[in-house]
């Protein structure tokens, strides 16, 4: 009794299954995605204007500013309210 279960899977294992169909990338006939360097991708396109380009700037530094300060250590609770009030926009 306690082989019946590990043959029913093995013979279930075996048998075909014609609902199922093959893998969903062997049916895909699209080309690969390009690579690209990480430059060209982080680099301002020409589709985006001066202006958004410059406010994303803007707050890239105004987040690496801000991991900065978290980045800091406080060993005494007024350390601690000091970068807390850093923090605050």
């Known amino acids: 009794m306690r082989y019946l ?3 029913l ?5 075996c048998g075909e299954w014609p609902d ?11 080309p690969w995605p390009e690579l ?3 430059d060209q991708i ?3 396109s020409l589709e985006v204007g001066n202006a958004e380009a410059r406010r994303l700037a803007s707050r ?5 500013a801000r991991a900065a300060i978290l980045r800091r250590s406080a060993s005494t609770q007024a ?3 000091a970068l ?4 605050r926009p």
């Open 42 to 44: 982080s680099a301002p």
């Open 84 to 87: 807390r009030a850093r923090l």
């Open 20 to 30: 199922a169909g093959g893998p969903p990338l062997t049916r895909d006939t699209r």
């Open 36 to 38: 690209v360097p990480i």
């Open 60 to 64: 890239a530094a105004a987040l690496r």
């Open 9 to 13: 899977l093995v013979l279930t294992a």
């Open 79 to 81: 350390e601690m309210e």
């Open 5 to 7: 279960v590990p043959i």
